[in-house]
Every structure is written in C-alpha cells, then in structure tokens.
C-alpha cells in the first residue's frame, strides 16, 4: 500500500519559515520523481517544486529563491523548505509521487500564512 504523509504545515507570520515533510512508503522512493503542489480552495493544484530521483530541482516562478525541495533516499523522505513566506503562500500543500504512469498523492497539509 502507497502512503505519502505530508507533515510540517501550521501558521507563521509572513516573512517567516516552515519546513514541510512528505514520508514515503509502498514504493521504490529513490527512482521516484517527488513533488510538491499546492491548492487554494476553488482553485486548480498548481505546481511548487518537483525534485528527480538524481537531486535536480525545478520550482514555479513564485516561490525560486525562497523554496528550497531535497530528499533523502534512505529515509523515504522528501522536503520543502519554506522561508520569506507570504500571505499568498497560503494554501493546502501536497505531496506527490511520479514514476513513469504511477502517480500518488498525499494528504496534504495546510500552510497559513498571517499576522
């Protein structure tokens, strides 16, 4: 069975950091392509960062420079570490999994941003 528990999310001030944690299990994490997303309600799932099973990042315009994604292939965990948040960062963060056709999701895990 595939889970991917995200954890990490809560409230922070603007201008502040997180760091959001997805645990793999069920799946051959280290050849897994790792992603993170995030959806605001009424809104489409947009992409935040996708990291390879080789380490190359990629992030949405929004968030280079402040979001920084990693993985460790011996834990079955992948990162996302948040830092210069704003109040449009707001939203429901998931965690995904991609491997050719196969693609999993997590739960999600809400990010606030607010004074």
């Known amino acids: 069975q595939v889970q991917l528990v995200e954890s990490g999310g809560g409230l922070v001030q603007p201008g502040g950091s997180l760091r959001l944690s997805c645990a793999a299990s069920?799946?051959?994490?280290?050849?897994?392509?790792m992603g993170w997303y995030r959806q605001a309600p009424g809104k489409q799932r947009e992409l935040v960062a996708t990291i390879t099973s080789g380490g190359e990042t990629n992030y949405a315009d929004s968030v280079k420079g402040r979001f920084t994604s990693s993985r460790d292939n011996v834990n079955h965990t992948v990162y996302l570490q948040m830092i210069s948040l704003k109040p449009e960062d707001a939203d429901v963060y998931y965690c995904?999994?991609?491997?050719?056709?196969?693609?999993?999701w997590g739960q999600g895990t809400q990010v606030t941003v607010s004074s």
């Open positions: 069920g799946i051959a994490f280290s050849i897994y392509t």
């Open positions: 995904s999994a991609h491997y050719v056709i196969r693609n999993y």
